[in-house]
């Protein structure tokens, strides 16, 4: 099959579109023909060797897919249009996964739209519900608005009936366009200081719950801008991870809770678990298109390079979509 | 009534007996007979000026109390020996609470022994096993393992099943002790490096669940001590508040929580429903012995100044009582 690997660490360049052997089905795993897949930070930092995989997966790069199942197991049905998270492999004709580690894909979607779907609402879920306990009235601060992850937990949010949606993004394109998903405040942290509005915004509470992609640049920022009892999970660290001043009297005072996760690296057990979760509290929305996936855009598998420019421009709105064909 | 007030923010001296108006009870509220109160490092962070009484609260000192109920509330009856945290005014003859903030003194204890146990108990409860979620097998960190908290942490990680309860104290003393109420490894931190040893006794693993009271101190040293998935709870900061250096990436990396709290500050519903799982999970320990309050000394209540120096002292091994007599 055709696959996308690294050559060596390093820019978009070294994405080689590689012939590699079919991946096998072990008893009771789900063989897939990959439709569709999408592109994660992860894998910009992977690319450059700055995010090794975890033991054990792909060395081929890409975290979700839609597709359509190729054998039985249990009661997933061949050609069955499904879609998950993987820990590597996307990036491919074919791939295999744990018959608990996907879910149909609702029948309106396309197979683009699909693979939109499994990384952007399972980490926003993970982090805005799981890990941040993000409750009916209570208030959020969601960073990159604009990211794929952004998107969804805007929508998240308001689904969930959050009081306050406060969104960053870095251009006013973008915060309308959050605006347009939920966001009840926007705004742009080129211009405006967040960890005042967001104070304003909710008379001088701040905001229960924020997601953070950025890290050590707005780490003082995050801490003002928090409640007492704030959940504030940490993400991603676009801003870098060098914090030279943290005052744990604040945290004490606050009673603040900082949940660093990621997803990639859990287990399938986990995994399991959190879609069980999303299906449960998300599924039905997703079928009647309350919630839905974002495209920015679409490029065929051999533009892998050119998707992975896009990403790191930091241009795009939602998610950036390879088509397998 | 006699009670205990601060003239002015300073020193033990400051602490004056003074006589003051018998509290009354509100429609629903529970008058007691204090019979003993106990020392909390808060008492001495107040009567210095530095942790101010939540708005609201009682002037007078004290957290908690055992004492005999005067009046008919609810299925509390006249004379029914009881023991509870308050948010203030229990280094005092008679104070008011609400009837969901106390519970039974098992009835072999005495009055001195049932006022080294609310806090304590509460405290390490609340941090280990609500927050840290301690579960069996796993291996918890306890700092301070002579403190209040410290001994009534050490039992409980015991009776949770922990496989390593590893333990820091600054005796030899101290350690002998903390290793006979269950801690698996104890560590003088004026000679060892608590994170290697952590890190030997589990084998590279590190610790689950880590009871932090000394903050800036030890920040590095926890961090390199915890596993992933790690459960930081930070409830003190004798050690200090100012950090100048936080690496975000071990926070992502180990997918770490750090959990600031404090229980002082909480609301009578929190602490009510805090009271309802710990009895549910350990009055019956406590009713047999199992788990058990460890009294360091008894003093009168006109030799409060003399019980604060003990502890400013840092000698104590558990908790200091003041009896009401």
Known sequence: MRAIRVTAPGGPENLSLVTTVDPIPASGEILVKVKATALNRA????????????????????????????????????????????????????????????????????????????????????????????????????????SGVGTAAIQLAKKFGAKNI?????????????????????????????????????????????????????FQRNINSLAIDGRWVLIGSMGGVKVSELNLGEVLGKRLSLIGT??????????????????????????????????DSIFDLKEVAAAHKLMEGNKNFGKIVLRII
């Open 262 to 295: 990621t997803l990639r690296s859990r287990t399938l057990d986990y995994k399991a678990s959190l879609l069980a979760s999303f299906r449960n509290e998300c599924e039905t929305a997703l079928s009647y298109g309350e919630l839905r996936p974002i495209v």
């Open 43 to 146: 894998d910009i930092l992977q690319r450059r060797g700055k995010y090794p995989p975890p033991e054990g997966a792909s060395d081929i790069l890409g975290l979700e897919f839609s597709g359509e199942v190729l054998n039985q197991v249990g009661s997933w049905r061949v050609g069955d249009r499904v879609m998950g998270i993987v820990t590597g492999g996307a990036y491919a004709e074919y791939l295999v996964t744990r018959s608990d580690q996907i879910m149909l894909v609702p029948q309106h979607l396309s197979w683009e739209e699909a693979a939109a779907i499994p990384e952007a609402f399972l980490t926003a879920y993970q982090t805005a519900r799981v890990l941040g306990k993000l409750k009916k009235e209570e208030s959020i601060l969601i960073h990159a608005g604009g």
């Open 166 to 218: 406060i969104t960053t993004a870095g251009s006013a394109d973008k915060l309308e366009r959050c605006r347009a998903l939920g966001a009840t405040s926007i705004i742009n942290y080129k211009e405006q200081d967040f960890s005042l509005i967001s104070q304003k915004e909710t008379s001088g509470i701040g905001v229960n719950v924020l997601l953070d992609f950025i890290g050590a640049e707005y």
